[in-house]
């Protein structure tokens, strides 16, 4: 089954404390992206891989880090996290440059006290 | 800033009635998606729709693409209470200061289907 699996669902840390959230898919696809999803905001883009070792910053990078190192894996990484950044994370992936459907992870509830 | 905004966002029907929603946006695109959500979970994608394209179906679902308006509708019709769901539209239109492609969301529009 086609899919984008994120660990974990649900996550509460304390200001500080460096935590990942890991996300794979078994699609072969070569684009994937991390968004963040607030009340009245919206889904925004935080980072984007367009292929293995190449990635970008997004509409709201600060405060995150991401790599990819293999082509199914891309975590995103949150050195030191802030109550700021507290929301519902999405990793998604889609075919090449010229985007088509995208396929979303159930998503990361990310608190932050 | 949000590229597609999606209007109105909240809408309440019964079973069995038609539902529309509408989406603008600001700059040129590629193509425009509609995404679904359920609470609180990941993102389905529904229909795409190419900006050479006026109008696409898939099952109860009708899109319609407006490029000289820069507007998009979605309308599900005989509506379930199954269609209970935010409702996204995406656009794909890259990004000249950047050169980035990238799906760009709105804030979605809250259907309720009462059953």
């Known amino acids: 089954e086609a899919q984008v699996t994120q660990n974990p669902r649900y996550l509460i840390t304390v200001t500080g404390k460096k935590l990942t959230v890991t996300c794979s898919q078994n699609m072969n696809h070569e684009y994937m992206s991390w968004y963040r999803q607030d009340p009245g905001l919206g889904l925004r883009q935080i980072y984007y891989s367009m292929n293995v070792e190449v990635t970008d910053k997004g509409d709201v990078p600060e405060g995150y880090k991401v790599s990819r190192k293999e082509k199914r894996n891309f975590p995103l990484i949150l050195e030191s996290p802030s109550p700021n950044q507290t929301s519902l994370y999405f990793c998604a992936s889609s075919r090449g440059q010229g985007l088509t459907e995208a396929f979303f992870g159930q998503g990361t509830r990310l608190t932050v006290v | ?115």
């Open chain 2, 1 to 115: 800033s949000q590229q597609g905004e999606e209007d109105p966002q909240a809408l309440s029907i019964q079973e069995g009635e038609n539902a529309t929603m509408n989406c603008s946006y600001k700059t040129s695109i590629n193509n425009l998606q509609w995404y679904r959500q359920n609470s609180g979970r990941g993102l389905v994608h529904l229909i795409l729709i190419r900006s050479n394209e006026r109008e696409k179906h898939s099952g109860r679902l009708r899109v319609t693409l407006d490029t000289s308006k820069k507007s998009s509708s979605l309308l599900i019709t005989a509506s379930r209470a199954a269609d209970t769901a935010s409702y996204f539209c995406a656009t794909d239109g890259g990004r000249k200061d950047t050169g980035r492609r990238a799906l760009t969301f709105g804030s979605g529009t809250r259907l309720q289907v009462q059953p």
